[in-house]
């Protein structure tokens, strides 16, 4: 698609989508897209995580939506998840999170959700794709019918209100010394907030954002902050959040980093015991091998999404799943959310773990194989496609078959080819892994 990647819009600021001028256009086609002429009011809500361009890109989106007609409230910083439920709450036409995820400051995007809360389909992706290429004129309302703004301060009370209705009312871990990392990002002030609520003994960082600090050297991509400060502190557990608190990473009292898949996998087996595991599991091409092991072990279905959360959501309604996510913390309790939350999972994780049963034990259920991930930047969007590339690739599937796996894939929010792999052969996989690469470079 020409805007929308795996995960919304994505890119530099002041380039050529990230940028007043395009925020306008993409406001006034999703805002036109989203208009339902039988209601009486047409509702657009705003949230953002804390980067300065934030500030920016903001008005200009709310110019293209009230030039809509929509009405639009502003919600300030607050997790991904907290947007997609207060769209769902106040029934609105829809949410949209001005967020670069887990990039550093000087990018930023969108990513959209329509009124059940879900992140959009490629479908209507491509239809707003279309009016934002179309003549703006075509889309703007009449004077008298143009969109009001409003700014809500209680988005983060309210997101904090819902969290707390998913637990137990007389759930306390008084006795838990947890450290958080908010990433500098849009959980830096309901993460604190509610596991304070719950009487656990915090040490907080990365919550001071300034506009440009947000992932820099913390959070879920940096998780070697997270474990120097859990082994430093004596805590029972770590919990790393990305940029807008739609990922978590963890850390067991050891020090040890605890991935997407190890939270998955513990989770589902916790569920299953408890029987609320319905169907089965939805993990992605990125899943560790050892991770769908493990499953076919439990006798716990396991199928594949494409790379994206939202590809995983979609198999989970489709399948009637109410498990899945990414290695890299994307994590979906539908039972619970429509996207990622890495704070309610994180909490999900914390009523799992019984008094007496250390993170370490409660994580770490399966043994992954060895896996390396290597980036390799590209200018050519053709790239995969070249015949030498596409040799290298046959090459490298042919040597690891029987021994691994390799997986090559376009990023769908960096100009970036990720070449993925897996062998107990680390030999082997970092041969296969240098002649594609090498060939792309």
Not at 300 to 312: E, L, Q, S, T
Not at 315 to 343: P, R, V, W, Y
Not at 393 to 421: D, N, Q
Request: proline share 3%; hydrophobic share 40%.
């Amino acid at each position: 698609m020409k805007y929308f990647g795996t995960d919304g819009i994505r890119g530099p600021v002041n380039s050529k989508n990230i940028n007043g001028d395009m925020f306008f256009r993409f406001g006034l086609a999703a805002g036109k897209y989203f208009t339902n002429l039988k209601k009486k009011k047409q509702i657009a809500i705003i949230a953002k995580d804390t980067r300065l361009s934030g500030y920016a890109l903001e008005p200009a989106l709310v110019s293209g939506l009230a030039s809509a007609g929509m009405h639009v409230y502003t919600l300030g910083p607050l997790p991904t998840n907290g947007l997609a439920m207060l769209t769902k709450l106040m029934h609105a036409n829809l949410g949209i999170m001005i967020t670069a995820s887990h990039n550093l400051f000087d990018d930023n995007g969108l990513k959209l959700f329509g009124p059940d809360g879900l992140k959009l389909s490629d479908k209507i992706e491509k239809k707003i794709e279309h009016l934002i290429d179309s003549e703006a004129q075509k889309h703007l309302a009449k004077p008298k019918f143009l969109g009001r703004v409003e700014r809500l301060e209680t988005g983060t009370k309210e997101y904090i209100r819902i969290l707390r209705k998913r637990i137990p009312y007389n759930f306390k871990i008084k006795n838990m010394k947890v450290v958080l990392d908010c990433a500098n990002g849009a959980g830096y002030k309901s993460a604190p907030k509610i596991l304070r609520s719950l009487g656990a003994k915090l040490v907080v960082l990365g919550n001071k954002p300034n506009g440009f600090n947000i992932n820099k050297n913390c959070g879920s991509t940096f998780p070697e902050k997270l474990k120097k400060n859990v082994k430093k502190h004596k805590a029972h557990l770590g919990i790393s959040l990305d940029g807008d608190a739609d990922r978590v990473i963890m850390c067991d009292e050891k020090g040890s980093i605890i991935d997407g898949d190890q939270i998955i996998a513990a989770l589902a087996v916790f569920w299953k015991k408890k029987k609320i595991l319905k169907g089965g599991v939805v993990g992605t091409l990125m899943s560790n091998y050892g991770l769908e092991n493990f499953f076919k072990r439990k006798k716990i279905k396991f199928i594949r999404a494409n790379v994206g959360d939202r590809y995983v959501k979609e198999i989970m309604q489709k399948k009637k799943f109410n498990l899945g996510g990414e290695q890299s913390g994307h994590i979906i309790l539908g039972k619970f959310a429509t996207t990622g939350d890495g704070l309610l999972v994180a909490l999900e994780a914390i009523k799992a773990l019984d008094k007496n049963l250390k993170a370490s034990n409660f994580f770490n259920v399966f043994k992954k194989i060895p896996q390396k991930l290597e980036n390799v930047n590209f200018e050519d969007n053709d790239i995969l496609h070249k015949l030498p590339v596409k040799k290298a690739i046959k090459i490298a599937k042919k040597m690891i078959k029987g021994h691994g796996r390799i997986l090559v894939r376009k990023s769908g929010t960096e100009p970036k080819i990720r070449i993925m792999g897996e062998s107990e052969n680390l030999a082997l996989l970092n041969k296969c892994i240098k002649i594609i690469k090498k060939t792309i470079n």
